[in-house]
């Protein structure tokens, strides 16, 4: 496939018809027909103003600022009773032009209270019920989640009022928070009790082995698990939407200092790099750790020997793991005495932070699938992501196994996918499916790191700056993975069905009020960014504006507008009408072939244009009227003095004057414009509609009866006078055989059926623009009338 060339292709829309749906746009508003222009700027009307904080072109402003929470967390698994309990001191800096009185921290572990906005406004449908569902819902009348808040206190110990509103909490400060560098610290006391996760649900808890043949230890996940600042930020001032189960989490970037205490035996993966080697592992563990950093394949740390060793009996006392982060945005840990964990440096060409170590932390259960997978896993994010956005700038990168499907914090993931345990032989064997789950998992949560963990949107208000962008890159992961890897999200063709779909929402809306959250949140976002960087901008361009974002926005905090600007500034292209498209509606593709024409030149000599007009009427068929009329004779057959000249002539023949008018024409042309006359190439039509209501490229490809292909890749513009139906030329001497629209299917085009044109190629002649004028063929004509001879024409034709 090749793209056509000035000299082989004239390019111009000509618009027909007219749009039927009435513009909605505002200011600018249609109100003499039902045009209504796709093309419009988003800019003024959708997007916000530019400000000192966040410029036009989608980068941060001169102004730009963000606030810094700085955490000391000190915590205790009590694995008997399944409840954490910690306290917390918080350094709060406010870089804001403001002044802050209270602080609003986020509580969701609250969703578990049966008050919770979440819980009471939970809705069913249909007539059956899972017996998962009827056990999670007895569950939660027997157990109530949720924060107990002991004691929020100042930095001289003194109580400070606090209020909880729902899964928020907001502490009144005793005096302002001075805006500008100024900052507060305080205490909290918090504990609550962790929820058995698969029974009801949620991004942390437990799991617990005690079903018959099963060890009876537990795996802890901590997420959510300790009172958090939620964002105070230029464009929203305090992010302070409750947590309704769908919406996650928005957070500042600061320092974190945890010290988790857990049962003796246990082995803990946390955000960060463990301080106190020397006291939480052995001498044998810390050289096997030493070992993995230079190792080209993963390297067992604890060895999964160890671990069955530790299932076998539980150890008495305490240990306390102690890690440190520097600029993360939340922390998450895992704990179990079930863990194996392997490790594997992966180095980087990148000097803050030149080697990686991966790993992953699993128990015997998992086994063989993680052991195979799920760190080389992460090290194949890390290479992909590190090219399509930044580096990665931690020291290190986890996936655990646990009760959690997916799940991602700063340095930590938590994924699902285990073998299956054969009843009868007991061993474990698994599927294709769960291979290329978890390896789909692990990358798309490791992923996460980059968006948002790094790059901080908020996908309590947009889920697909989070979970779009993310599927994007884990798509073109799997594709590095292996070229036949079965995707779910990301090829155009797969969201098709969706996008057909009546109960859909714009990409824009607000994440708890999404429907089909999957498709909208992660599937439409991934696939719209595919479709821009193969079809639209090109890879080239889109890469380069793509890595300008996340580097812009990296340890910031960007919104859609943001993205949108940089994406168009960086590259040079108006997106406007694609953003419209596919962010701000629920239109989709579908552009229809539904006729070509096969147009050429009148030739120049009157004589060969007048046989060229006799042809194409002598190939039509005559009157079916006439034709079983044969034997009736008609008044000019029976009367030979009702015929006169113009029975005698062909009214398609050249006259002398049309031949003397051809000739002077010709005559006075310039030598270019001669060139031009006695052109003999096909001049194609093709008539496009636009059923979908998307505007997108249309992409035509034309066979020919030489055997050759070309692909015409017509931008959207072409739409920007009608956006309901075009028509478009195409110049070429070849005789067009086929045509189709988006071979590939490379534009998630609904409906392939009227993709391919198969109807007749219609003839059709372009006569050459002359001042009209009215024929009289008789005053023009060679031969001499005079009034006594008009009935001396003899036969009729």
Not at 35 to 59: C, H
Not at 354 to 375: G, I, N, Q
Request: proline share 6%; charged share 25%.
């Amino acid at each position: 496939m090749r793209r056509l060339s000035a000299v082989s292709a004239s390019l111009f829309a000509l618009a027909i018809g007219a749009a039927s749906t009435p513009s909605l746009a505002s200011p600018v508003e249609q109100t003499k027909s039902g045009y209504q222009d796709k093309f419009r700027q988003l800019e003024g009307e959708e997007w916000p103003t530019p400000t000192d904080y966040r410029n036009a072109s989608g980068a941060p402003g001169y102004r730009y600022w963000q606030q810094k929470v700085d955490y000391d967390v000190q915590a205790r698994l009590d694995e008997a009773k399944r409840t954490v309990s910690g306290s917390q001191t918080v350094r709060y800096v406010n870089n804001s032009p403001d002044a802050l009185p209270y602080l609003w921290l986020l509580l969701d572990q609250n969703q578990y209270k049966r008050d919770s906005i979440e819980a009471m406004t939970e809705t069913v449908s249909g007539d059956k019920i899972s017996l998962a569902e009827v056990r999670r819902l007895k569950r939660l009348k027997d157990w109530e989640g949720g924060f107990t808040i002991a004691a929020v206190r100042d930095a001289s110990g003194r109580a400070l009022p606090f209020t909880v509103v729902d899964s928020l909490l907001r502490i009144d400060l005793a005096q302002a928070v001075a805006p500008n560098g100024g900052e507060t610290s305080f205490s909290i006391e918090w504990s609550f009790p962790m929820a058995e996760n698969k029974v009801v649900g949620g991004r942390s808890g437990y799991e617990c082995f005690t079903q018959p043949g099963e060890d009876g230890n537990c795996i802890f996940e901590g997420a959510q698990w300790f009172p958090r600042l939620a964002v105070y930020s230029d464009y929203e001032g305090w992010h302070n939407k409750a947590f309704l189960g769908s919406g996650e989490f928005t957070l500042e970037f600061g320092d974190y200092r945890v010290a988790l205490t857990v049962p003796a035996d246990h082995v803990v993966a946390a955000t960060g790099v463990l301080q106190n080697p020397d006291q939480a592992l052995s001498a044998a563990q810390r050289q096997r750790l030493e070992q993995a950093r230079s190792a080209t394949s993963p390297v067992y740390v604890v060895t999964p020997e160890e671990a069955v060793a530790a299932e076998r009996g539980k150890a008495s006392g305490e240990k306390t793991w102690i890690f440190s982060a520097t600029n993360v945005r939340d922390f998450g840990w895992a704990s179990s005495r079930k863990f194996a964990w392997d490790a594997m440096g992966v180095k980087q060409d990148y000097a803050d932070q030149p080697l990686v170590m991966a790993m992953s932390f699993f128990p015997k259960e998992a086994r063989p699938l993680w052991d195979a997978y799920s760190t080389k896993a992460i090290a194949h994010t890390i290479d992909v992501y590190g090219k399509f956005a930044f580096p990665y700038p931690y020291p290190v990168a986890q996936s655990v196994n646990g009760p959690v499907g997916g799940m991602e914090y700063p340095m930590i993931t938590f994924n699902g996918p285990r073998p299956v345990k054969d009843k009868k032989t007991g061993n474990l064997t698994y599927t294709e499916r769960a291979k290329y789950g978890l390896i789909g998992v692990v990358i798309h949560e490791i992923g996460h790191n980059w968006f948002p963990m790094i790059v901080n949107s908020d996908e309590r208000q947009w889920t697909w700056m989070d979970e779009g962008l993310n599927t994007f890159l884990q798509f073109q992961a799997e594709r590095l993975w292996d070229k036949d890897y079965p995707a779910r999200r990301g090829e155009p063709k797969d969201i098709a069905e969706y996008m057909l779909s009546t109960n859909q929402m714009p990409l824009m809306t607000q994440s708890d009020s999404v429907l089909q959250f999957g498709a909208n949140g992660y599937g439409k976002p991934a696939t719209a960014l595919t479709i821009l960087r193969e079809t639209v901008l090109g890879r080239e361009l889109f890469d380069r504006a793509f890595r300008e974002y996340a580097n812009r926005w990296r340890f910031k905090h960007p919104t859609p507008y943001d993205f949108f600007r940089t994406m168009e500034e960086s590259s040079g292209v108006d997106l406007d009408w694609f953003w419209r498209g596919w962010f701000y509606s629920t239109d989709h593709v579908d552009i229809a072939l539904d006729k070509v024409v096969r147009a050429t030149l009148e030739p120049a000599d009157a004589t060969a244009a007048a046989a060229e007009r006799k042809k194409r009427r002598d190939a039509e068929p005559g009157s079916l009227t006439a034709a079983r009329n044969a034997g009736q004779p008609t008044v000019v057959e029976r009367d030979p003095s009702t015929r006169d000249f113009y029975d005698s002539i062909d009214p398609l023949d050249a006259t002398a004057a049309d031949k003397r008018k051809a000739a002077e024409a010709f005559a006075d042309l310039t030598a270019e414009e001669k060139a031009a006359r006695q052109v003999t190439d096909n001049f194609y039509r093709f008539s496009f509609s636009n059923r979908g209501g998307l505007v997108m490229p249309v992409i035509l490809k034309m066979d020919f009866s030489d055997g050759s292909s070309e692909t015409a890749r017509i931008p959207a513009e072409v739409w920007r006078y009608n956006q309901k139906a075009v028509t478009w030329q195409f110049v070429t001497p070849k005789t067009l055989t086929r045509a189709e629209v988006d071979p590939l299917w490379e534009t998630a085009d609904a409906d392939r059926s009227n993709n391919v044109y198969t109807g007749q190629i219609d003839p059709k002649t372009l006569g050459i623009e002359t001042p009209e004028e009215t024929k009289n063929r008789m005053k023009d004509s060679d031969v001499k009338v005079q009034p006594d001879s008009l009935r001396t024409f003899g036969a009729p034709k």
